[in-house]
Every structure is written in structure tokens, then in C-alpha cells.
């Protein structure tokens, strides 16, 4: 899966729906922001850098349609995953011509939102996602897995997150507050001793050494030897 570290802003104004979406994109990694309306979802766009935005169509203040446009307009590139209860052909194709990379129509599977959503990211990057290490520990960030040695070891989604955030800069110092950010949205409750609790999982799996601790700074992984 292409997911950890991904931040996704999500648009849905109606509570329950976006609740579930949210809460099974962060189970596979994202971090979500959540818009509920047509202007709130264009300041996030403008002000934040996301990797994907999964749109609705049907919005109070500016429908999607309209939001999309302004993002493009905007000269912004980010992939866009329009979803909508509208499965005329011909809603497709305007959805499709104000800029969106792909168009799900509800009802529609998890599944198939996710495979949508890795298929926009990836062909917006153009590349593979590659493995990450430290010539101590890699990571897969396709199957999720951490290898030390000949150990694998299945992360869950919020430890892979911070993995993933540490070894994109080996040797960097990550402040508990960049950490969260990573790992958690906007939207999410923040529990003040979740990042410690977080590196004490991955440790245990993966040696009390695979991430260091800097004393009132933050967390680091090695830099390759």
C-alpha cells in the first residue's frame, strides 16, 4: 500500500460518513484532515500540502465541482479522487474535466476507495514507492513490513507512520510535535504520551536501539553507515 506518512484531506459534510472514512484511512496509515464544507475544503487546499484529497461532490457553500476547479485554478496539482451518489455519465465527465485524477460513484467498497486513492498517489509521484533503511532497519512501506537482521516484523498502522516519518530523515531529530503531526490528522485526539508509547512498540520489536532518543529534543534513527 502506498499510505504511511500519505496526509489526506477528505472532504464530506455529512458527519457519519466522513467519521467512517476518516477512521478506516487512518487504520491504513493516513493522516486525515477533515473540510465539511466547499470553502473550508479550498483554505485546507490552499494552506496545507496533502498528498491526495478525497472529494464530495455534493458540498453546502461550493460543491465539489466548484472546489476542484479552484484548486486547479489555484495551480495546485495535488491528486484528487472525486466521490458522489451522481452516476450520470455526464457528472462523470464534468468532475473529470474541472480536474479530477478519477471519479468513484457510492455506493462503493472500501476496497475499492483505497485501491483508487494508491492508484491517484502513484501516478501523480510517477514512481515506485521505495524501500526505506538505515543499513540497521528497513522499511516496506508496500507490505508494511520492518526487517532488522533476518527478522520481519508487521508494524501497526500508527508505528509504521512513525517509523516511516524517522527514516525519511536518518540522523535528523524529530520533536515529539513533528511526530504527531505525521502520524495523527487534524481531527484526531492526540493522547500526550501516545508518541512514547508508539516507540516503545517499535522498539520492542525491533531492538531499544532502532530509534534514539535525544533528551528534550525528540527521536532520531542512525544515519547509514
Known amino acids: 500500500m502506498i499510505s504511511g506518512d500519505m496526509r489526506v484531506l477528505l472532504v464530506e459534510d455529512e458527519p457519519s460518513a466522513a467519521h467512517v472514512l476518516a477512521k478506516g484511512l487512518r487504520e491504513q496509515s493516513y493522516a486525515v484532515d477533515l473540510a465539511a464544507d466547499g470553502e473550508a475544503a479550498v483554505f485546507q487546499a490552499a494552506t496545507t500540502d496533502y498528498d491526495a484529497v478525497v472529494l464530495d461532490v455534493m458540498l453546502p457553500k461550493r460543491d465539489g465541482f466548484a472546489v476542484c476547479r479552484t484548486i486547479r485554478e489555484s495551480g495546485c496539482a495535488v491528486p484528487i479522487l472525486m466521490v458522489t451518489a451522481r452516476d450520470a ?18 455506493p462503493y467498497d472500501f476496497g475499492e476507495l483505497l485501491a483508487r486513492l494508491r492508484a491517484v498517489i502513484r501516478r501523480h509521484s510517477g514512481q515506485a514507492v521505495p524501500v526505506l533503511g538505515n543499513g540497521i532497519v528497513s522499511l516496506d512501506p508496500v ?7 533476518d527478522a520481519t516484523h508487521i508494524l501497526s498502522a500508527k508505528e509504521f507512520s512513525l517509523l516511516h516519518a524517522l527514516l525519511l530523515r536518518p540522523g535528523a531529530i524529530l520533536a515529539r510535535s513533528e511526530l504527531e503531526e505525521r502520524i495523527y490528522g487534524w481531527n484526531e485526539e492526540v493522547e500526550s504520551n501516545a508518541v512514547d508509547f508508539l516507540i516503545h512498540g517499535v522498539r520492542k ?9 535525544v533528551r528534550g529534543a525528540g527521536w532520531m534513527v542512525d544515519k547509514a553507515a
Open 89 to 106: 455519465v455526464e457528472a462523470r465527465i464534468e468532475g473529470l474535466d474541472c480536474g479530477a485524477d478519477d471519479y468513484l460513484v457510492k
Open 143 to 149: 507490505t508494511r513490513e520492518a526487517r532488522r537482521g
Open 205 to 213: 520489536k525491533l531492538g531499544a536501539d532502532a530509534i534514539k532518543n
